[in-house]
């Protein structure tokens, strides 16, 4: 069975960097399509950033472009999200996903087999 468990979280002030991390277990780690996704309170689950088994390619979203960096360690089965010039727009509760293989970036929950349960990152103006 497949775990994700997400860690990081936290109260930052707008302009300050986070970094978040998820741990799988379980299943072939080499084998998953990794995401974050976030979810804002009243808002629906958007994705922010994926990457691809071998971390050759990466997407992220317009709304983070430049700001935040998704990356992985396959030899530890870890996924992270580098978080820099936080906004308070950037206020959520963030997911980690995985999606048991795909060749392309998904960026629709749907896509996605795998749910962490989330980690509350919070910025304050």
């Known amino acids: 069975q497949v775990q994700l468990v997400e860690s990081g979280g936290g109260l930052v002030q707008a302009g300050d960097s986070l970094r978040l991390s998820c741990t799988a277990s379980g299943g072939t780690f080499t084998n998953f399509r990794m995401a974050w996704f976030r979810q804002a309170p009243g808002k629906e689950r958007d994705v922010v950033a994926t990457?691809?088994?071998?971390?050759?390619?990466?997407y992220s979203a317009d709304s983070v472009k430049g700001r935040f960096t998704i990356a992985r360690d396959n030899t530890k089965n870890m996924l992270y999200l580098q978080m820099n010039s936080l906004k308070p727009e950037d206020t959520a509760v963030y997911y980690c996903?995985?999606?048991?293989?795909?060749?392309?970036?998904?960026?629709?929950?749907?896509?996605?087999?795998?749910w962490g349960q989330g980690t509350q990152v919070t910025v304050s103006s």
């Open positions: 990457i691809s088994q071998n971390s050759d390619s990466t």
């Open positions: 996903a995985a999606r048991d293989g795909g060749r392309v970036h998904y960026t629709s929950s749907n896509a996605y087999d795998y």
